[in-house]
């Protein structure tokens, strides 16, 4: 990893998704603080963007294209900070972290790999050709260490190990792809570590470091100020060491 004397600049424009949430809107006051140009794009955004509602994927990358083009800018960092552990399911059920297979349920399941997964996945599609061809530029995405399968000696959270272990592949599956529309593009997936909102908060315990949003997004911003081109398609924590898949 690059020090930070080493960082490479990224001017132009920063985009996160899940920027109204308690980690995004961290990040995004972070690198606002920092001079950068940023948009957040959240499902309390205009547009708003859903993961549920698959086809908002699509019309937020056309007002990114026409962001864009109205501040004649590059898009050099998108960051997918979006997750589902717990909470509604699109059906309206309730949905927790499963301690057995007994407790697993199609719906949430299905839930869980539609936000963690599947609506990534899109933004895969409708973002990552936004990327310029040449030059430094950066697509993130956050995963978790539980989805992990070579860190997993604990099992049961069944849907979130999965559907964060799916995202793992389809970031390493498309920093392939990306390398070859640009040479110094990063695609990577990371891990945010604990952090105090309302995603983690029904599990924190008692010996479990839990950060605020603001030292969470510092620190990350940090790791993805360090990457280098030879570190895409891996998966860093946000001390920027390396997760096993």
């Known amino acids: 990893m690059n020090t930070p004397q080493d960082a490479v600049e990224m001017p132009g424009l920063s985009v996160v998704i899940g920027g109204t949430g308690g980690l995004g809107a961290a990040l995004v006051g972070g690198m606002r603080a920092r001079g950068e140009s940023v948009l957040a794009i959240g499902r309390r955004t205009d547009p708003p963007i859903d993961f549920i509602q698959t086809a908002s994927i699509a019309t937020c990358a056309q007002r990114v294209t026409d962001e864009l083009s109205g501040r004649g800018q590059r898009l050099r960092r998108l960051i997918v900070a979006t997750g589902f552990l717990h909470g509604e399911t699109a059906s309206g059920s309730r949905a927790d972290p499963e301690r057995s297979w007994q407790h697993l349920e199609a719906d949430a399941l299905s839930h ?25 530029c950066l697509a993130a995405f956050f995963s978790a260490r539980v989805g992990s399968m070579g860190d997993n000696a604990l099992g049961g959270w069944y849907a979130y190990r999965a559907s964060k272990a799916a995202l793992n592949q ?35 315990k008692a010996g479990l470091k839990v950060r605020p949003p603001e030292v969470a997004a510092a620190e990350l911003i940090a790791v993805m100020d360090g990457l280098s081109a030879s570190q895409t398609g891996g998966f ?3 001390h920027g060491q390396t997760v096993p898949w």
């Open 112 to 136: 869980s790999f539609a936000v963690n997964a599947i609506g990534p996945a899109l933004v895969m599609r409708h973002f990552l050709p936004l990327l310029p061809r040449q030059g430094p």
């Open 170 to 204: 389809l970031v390493r599956t498309a920093s392939i792809e990306l390398a070859r529309r640009n040479r110094e593009a990063i695609c990577v997936a990371l891990h945010p570590g604990t952090v105090d909102t309302p995603l983690s908060q029904p599990f924190a």
């Open 236 to 238: 860093y924590d946000h």
